[in-house]
Structures are given as C-alpha cells and as structure tokens.
C-alpha cells in the first residue's frame, strides 16, 4: 500500500507529532545501530572477493566513490532510509512506517497497521514489498531495481566521475536494503507493533552499542539462511515483491501453529523467527500473535535485576521454537495473582534484551551479507583473444543458475587513470537475448567497430534472467590475452676466424687455402610490442645451440619486483658451443603467468672462403688455373622469414637463384670467382707461372644480408592495433664488418 494511499490528509494531529517528534518512535534500530549492522554485514559478505575478482577493483569495499568509499556508502545507507530530505522527523512519516513486516498476513496486507497515541492511524507498505516497490516517491527511490539500475551504470557510463557517482548510489541503496533487514531482527517490526515513544529493544541496542557486550555480539559468527532459500517457492506469485531476496523476509513456512519450523528450517524467513520467538514491549502474550504462547514457557528462580540487583523472576521459553532463558519479566505478584490476573504488568528488561540480542544480532548480520552476496552473484567467466581484426571472445556460465538476456561487452581505456573511460564494443548476438545454462560455453566473434582502438582490458555487462532473478545486472571484468610479439630491427655481428689450411696435391700441381669464418658478439636489437599494460614479463632469455644438451643461454633481462615491462632491448647472443658451425638463436620471452613464447632470430651464421690454383699439363696445352670461391649463410626462422639479398645479391622469389657460379638461395650465398686461366706451350713456363701465385685469404664478399620478417596471419594487424607507429613488416639488417 503506497504512502499517498495509506497516510490520510495531514490533520493537526499529524502537525503536532511532527513538530513533537514522536513519529520517530516507528524507527528500528537507531542510526548508529544500523551503521554498526551495516559494517558487519559487509565485512562478513563475500562482495569484498567479487569486488576485486570480477569486477578489477583491486581496493574492494575500500575502493573510494565520490570521496568515500563503498564501505562507508554502504554504512550511510544505514542513516539514509530512515531519513527523507535529510530529517529523520520527515523519515519516520514517509520512510520508517514502510519498515514492519507481520508474516502472519499476506504480503499485501503485512505492513504497519495501527495509532500513533491512539490518535492518528498510521499504516505503510509491508517492508517485503517496499524494498522492491518501484514507486517509493519523492522521498527518495531506493528499491532493488534502483540499486540494479545503478549498478549497470557503474560498470557502462563512459566517464570515471559518472561511474563513480553510480557506484556511490549502489553502495546506498544496498545500505538502505539491509537496513530493511536489519529491522526484521526487532520484533516490534514483525509483531506490527507501532511503538509511537520508543522501543525497549531498539532503546536497549542504541545505548549499548558501544559497550564491550554488545560489541561482542556483533563479533560472533553471522547466522545466514541456507542459500537454497533464494529459489524456494519460486517464482514468487506477489505482484511487487517478485525478486527472491523476498524470502529473507517471509517464506510462508511458519503459518500460526508450527512455530518449531522457525529453528528447524535451514530457509526460514527472519521475519517469521522474530515473529514466532520474541516479544515487543506491547506484544508480551498478544491474543493477537499466538507465538510465544503461554505455554511456551516456564518461569524460573529469582535473579538478579541488571541495574539494581534486585532478585527478579524471568519467563523461561522452553519449548516451541528457539530456547531464551530471559525471554519477560512477570509482574512481582505473578505468585499470587488470579491465572486471569497473571499475564498482565508484564515486561522487558535489560537481561531480556541482552537474550534477544544473541539471538537476533547474528542474524541480522548473517541476513545481510546473504542479501549482499545476492546482490553480487553471477559467475560468467571470459577469455577473449584477437585474431585478424576480431575479438574471439569464449564465454562459460561458471555459476548454478541459468543466465539468460543480453551480454555487452565495454572496452575500457587507461584504465586506473584519472582519463579511464569506457565504449561499447558489442552486444552478443546483435543484443538478442543468449541462454547460458550453469556450466555451459559459447564462443562469440566480435567486429571490432572502424575507428575504435583495441585495449587490454574489457567488461562483459549481463542484464537479464540469473536464476529465479528477472532483470538481474552482472558485471565481469576480462582480459585480452596476454601476447607478446618481439620485433627483431636488426643485428651486428664481429667475424671470427676459426680454422685456415692450406692442401697440396700429391699427384699433380694443386694448392688450396681454405678458412672458415664464424659470427661472435652478434649484438640483436628489437622491441617488445604486447596488447597488455600490465607488466607480465617474467624473463627474457637468448639461447643458441642445436639441442638441449648442447644449448648456451645468457639472461637478457629479469623480473626484480613491479617495474614495467621493457621495451626497446639490445643484448649480445653467446656464442655457438660448436667449433664449425653457428647454431640456431632464440629468444625466451617467459610470461608472468603463462607461457614461454620462443622466437627464432635471424642472424649471420658460418662462412667459408678458399683460393685455389692448378696445372693442367698435357702434351701440346699447359693450363694455370686460379680462383675464388665463397661461402655465407644465414639462421632464420624457415616458416616466417624471407630472404631479401646475401652479398649484395638480390633473391626476390626466395627460391634458388643461379647466375653462372653465383648461387643465392634462401639460406646462403655460394660464389666462384675465376681470376687466372692461361694456357703455355710448354710445361716449365706453365710451372713457372704457377708457383708465381700467391693463394690469398680473406673473405672477398661483402659480410651482410637482408632479411625481411614475414608476420603470421594476424601478426601485422596486431602491430598495427599495438604499436601503430610501427609498419607492419620490418627488414632485419645483418652485418658484420666489411
């Protein structure tokens, strides 16, 4: 029943009580009780995890919004609803009144009904329905679809200050959600009794709340329903309270005459065990309420009164639902009073309330953080790549209530940045509702919309059915994955000089001197190009060998703590553990948490140069022959790498190229030179111009070569999206000196 229905026009009455403050008397728990509650139950909720796990908010609860932070939100909340336009007078008419749930009674009919001072009546919605109405009025909109609604705005508006004035309502709202709880655990707000001046347990909590006892109610383990309390009778039939948190309230399972339900349910509603356990001031043995009953009790031997320490007797609860040693206080005459006399000048005291507490503080913690964890469910899990101009993204349900509705996914720019803003990317399938069963995956490709720049970190937003919830809101944050692309700019390399001979023919006049060259200090420089912000190098290592056992490693760099990623590297490759020939080079880039990607470097490997001449005689033509030949070859990555020119030499097909004695091909270079061939009449001149030439060493070709890297497919857009001042293919210069 809405406010403009149930509050008749203002009277004089309704004036002086306003202007008397006594309205204030429908409040609950004070403020600073609900603020202690509501510091309880976040701490005890599992939102803190979901905060920083889902949703990339490293502070959690202590994340800060509008210059506070969600923590204190959500302790403002606590002081919020029972205010409207900031007086707490204002609040008790148009707020407080919505704060009483009797489970005894249909929904429709459960809240507050009754006179303030037997003067004016005052009635208000059911607080089951209040807290999802989606019409609370000008007093403030604070309902579960409000918080919902802000929620998805705190994951989606494009501006950090927008989001966080989002985020900053959400905490509020939720606050202000389990206040309404909170009040479930003082029984004068489920027993509809308005208590116009003050209420005994509410008094006894607020001037408590700081002592060492109270305290330590606050600190005992929260009691919190059984999560399977969430689909019990589901869906629900009201026509407001349709959103399952609705049985935190009320599930219709103590109906007057089973009050034992109350503590043997595991999905008892908090209403009813506040209803069926314990009294308020003006409901000790209400013919109206018929739990706790007279026969529900015993009375016990004299005690000592908390304030004066006078011996006082106490009704003992001994049956029908929870057990309370200190549950009224009988008159003083209780002994010799007629039975009809007996049930009146009963009351509560501080020993009473202190039994109360113990029971219904725990609980009113537990129930909160159940309706926070509620709030902060859904668990989809995301995995997204970039392939060719797409995101790939694979999306499993990793929770045990179906998702069915429309998934969004945001890019996110600079994060953690005072500039940190957000774009839509995509609504999966075209914003049609998806049906993801618990435990079920899909993989969706997203188009990357013209113009808008890939980044590392994405939201996937779901608005839709999450179990019994019609319009649930669930945010996760994801990452692209993590690549690391090592763009290899170029490499200088010194020439060793590993072994000359010089060979003689025993059978006829022959020389050869040979030599072969190797590569040292070949000094690689190049940069890492990564689609992530965050540092996740582990280690970077250069490696050159043809196998494991043979293999020689040198550290190009190392994680010491949180320092960035290195960009622009140069480092010297060891040298082969082979006396002949040059191996192969990697480069080891190994991820934080991932894997190790393995790059082949191209280099200048092994060389060989000889000078050889020869005597043909014969009877009439004597022939002195004399030549050069070279040998150079490179180490590059066969499946990506593309041979440009050896020596100067062009090989634009990357085939074998022959021109005479030149032959290029993809890997080496191979070239004779003739320099003397002349023929003599007889054999002593032949001899004579023979012996008269001197074998040269030396390598007579020029020491480089061009390599051009051939990027996989979806390697150059890569570049392009992630280093956009780069172009996409890069030739590799190799050389050595001349």
Not at 54 to 59: A, F, R, S, V, Y
Request: aromatic fraction near 10%; hydrophobic fraction near 40%.
């Amino acid at each position: 029943m809405k406010m403009k229905r149930c509050l008749k026009p203002f009277t004089w009455f309704g004036t002086l009580l306003i202007t008397l403050g006594l309205p204030q008397g429908t409040l609950a728990f004070s403020i600073n009780t609900h603020e202690l509650l509501n510091v309880k139950a976040a701490e005890q909720s599992f939102a803190d995890r979901y905060l920083k796990e889902q949703l990339g908010l490293p502070e959690g609860l202590k994340t800060q919004f509008d210059a506070k932070r969600a923590s204190e939100w959500i302790k403002f909340g606590g002081t919020a609803e029972d205010k409207a336009l900031a007086s707490e007078n204002l609040g008790a008419l148009f707020r407080s009144i919505n704060h009483f749930h009797n489970p005894l009674q249909a929904w429709d009919q459960a809240g507050l009904a009754g006179r303030c001072l037997a003067l004016v009546p005052l009635s208000g919605e059911a607080s089951v329905r209040w807290a999802q109405d989606p019409a609370q009025g000008l007093i403030g909109q604070a309902a579960w679809a409000d918080a919902r609604q802000h929620f998805r705005d705190a994951l989606t508006l494009p501006s950090k200050a927008e989001r966080d004035a989002a985020w900053a309502q959400t905490f509020q709202i939720l606050g202000q959600q389990m206040h309404l709880i909170a009040d479930l655990a003082a029984p004068a707000h489920t027993r509809n009794d308005l208590h116009c001046l003050a209420d005994g347990f509410e008094a006894w909590a607020s001037r408590s709340g700081k002592e060492p006892s109270f305290q330590g109610l606050l600190a005992r383990p929260p009691i919190r329903p059984d999560p399977s309390i969430f689909s019990l009778g589901v869906p629900i039939p009201d026509s407001v309270a349709k959103v399952p948190i609705a049985q935190l309230w009320d599930t219709d399972q103590y109906v007057r005459t089973n009050p034992d339900i109350t503590t043997l349910s595991q999905t008892i509603g908090l209403a009813e065990y506040s209803n069926a356990n314990f009294f308020s001031d003006g409901t000790v043995f209400s013919a109206d309420l018929p739990f706790p009953a007279a026969t529900s009790v015993e009375l016990g031997p004299p005690e000592p009164e908390p304030k004066t320490g006078e011996l006082r007797r106490y009704f003992k609860k001994i049956r029908d639902g929870e057990a309370i040693d200190h549950l009224a206080v009988p008159s003083a005459l209780y002994d010799f009073l007629p039975e009809a006399l007996q049930n009146e000048k009963k009351g509560l005291d501080d020993k009473v309330f202190q039994d109360y507490g113990e029971k219904l503080l725990p609980r009113a913690v537990g129930y909160s953080a159940a309706l926070f964890d509620y709030f902060f469910r859904g668990s989809p899990w995301a995995r997204a790549d970039w392939y060719n101009g797409k995101v790939v993204l694979d999306l499993s349900n990793e929770g045990d209530e179906i998702m069915e509705g429309v998934f969004e996914v945001y890019a996110i720019y600079d994060k953690d940045s005072a500039g940190e803003h957000r774009m839509k990317l995509a609504s999966l399938e075209g914003g049609a509702v998806t049906t993801l069963q618990a435990g079920s995956s899909q993989t969706f490709q997203i188009d990357v919309p013209s113009g808008q720049g890939l980044t590392h970190h994405y939201i996937l937003v779901f608005r839709g059915r999450l179990g019994g919830e019609a319009d649930a809101v669930v945010g996760h944050l994801f990452l692209l994955t993590p690549r690391v692309l090592f763009v290899q700019q170029d490499s200088l390399s010194d020439i060793n000089l590993v072994d000359c001979s010089r060979v003689a023919s025993e059978w006829e006049p022959e020389e050869r001197a040979s030599c072969l060259w190797s590569t040292t200090n070949r000094r690689i420089s190049g940069t890492l190009v990564k689609n992530v912000v965050d540092p996740i190098v582990k280690s970077i290592v250069v490696r050159t060998g043809f196998s494991d056992a043979g293999m020689r490693s040198a550290t190009v760099w190392k994680r010491r703590g949180a320092e960035p990623d290195p960009v622009a590297i140069t480092f010297t490759a060891p040298d082969s553990p082979f006396f002949s020939e040059q191996a192969a080079l990697f480069l080891d880039i190994q991820l934080t948490d991932g894997p190790t990607i393995s790059t082949k470097l191209a280099t200048l490997d092994v060389g060989a140069s000889g000078h050889t001449k020869n005597l043909y005689g014969a009877y009439d033509r004597n022939e002195v022959v004399s030549w050069k030949d070279a040998y150079l070859s490179i180490g590059r990555d066969l499946g990506r790498d593309k041979t440009i020119s050896i020596a100067g030499h062009t090989n634009p097909t990357n085939l074998l190229t022959e021109h005479g004695d030149l032959v290029v091909s993809s890997d080496a270079y191979h070239e004779t030179a003739l320099i003397v061939f002349e023929a003599y009449p007889s054999y002593t001149a032949a001899k004579a111009a023979f012996d008269a030439i001197q074998l040269q060493e030396g390598l007579p070709i020029r020491w480089e070569a061009v390599v051009e890297r051939v990027y996989y497919r979806g390697e150059a857009e890569f570049l392009r999206a992630f280093m956009p001042d780069a172009p996409p293919l890069f030739t590799i210069q190799l050389s050595g000196p001349q």
